[in-house]
C-alpha cells in the first residue's frame, strides 16, 4: 500500500513562487514513476510533471516548462514541485501520483495507481 502527502499549497500573488512536496510511505522503488498533476474547477485534471524515483528524467507539460521544477529526495521518500513565475491560471488542486507499472513514464492520470489528497493552489493577478 502507498500513501501519499501533499502540502505546500496556499496563496500567492502572480509572479510569485511556491514548493510543493509530497511524502510517500509504502512502495517507493526507483523503476516507479511520481507525478504532479492539478484540476481546475469545471476541468479535467491535467499533467503537470513527472520523474521516475531513479530521477533519471523529468517530464513537464508545456504550459509550466521553464517555470516549474520537479524533484525528489529519496533518503525522505518525497518529491517536490518547485512553481516559480506563478499564473492565475496555474490555479488548482495539485495532486501527486505514484504509476507502478513499468515502462515509459505517463501523462494520462488514469494510469497512476495511487493519489494524494491534493493541496490548494491560488495565484491572484
Known amino acids: 500500500q502507498v500513501q501519499l502527502v501533499e502540502s505546500g499549497g496556499g496563496l500567492v500573488q502572480a509572479g ?17 514513476a511520481v507525478g504532479w498533476f492539478r484540476q481546475a474547477p469545471g476541468k479535467e485534471r491535467e499533467f503537470v510533471a513527472a520523474m521516475r524515483w531513479s530521477g533519471s528524467s523529468t ?7 521553464g517555470r516549474f521544477t ?17 499564473k492565475p491560471e496555474d490555479t488548482a488542486v495539485y495532486y501527486c501520483a505514484q504509476d507502478e507499472h513499468i515502462g515509459a513514464v505517463s501523462r494520462i492520470a488514469r494510469a ?14
Open 112 to 125: 497512476y495507481d495511487y493519489w494524494g489528497q491534493g493541496t490548494q493552489v491560488t495565484v491572484s493577478s
Open 59 to 65: 517530464y513537464y507539460a508545456d504550459s509550466v516548462k
Open 16 to 32: 510569485g513562487s511556491l514548493r510543493l512536496s509530497c511524502a510517500a510511505s509504502g512502495r517507493t522503488f526507483t523503476s516507479y
Open 70 to 86: 520537479i524533484s525528489r529526495d529519496t533518503a525522505k521518500n518525497t518529491v517536490y514541485l518547485q512553481m516559480n513565475s506563478l
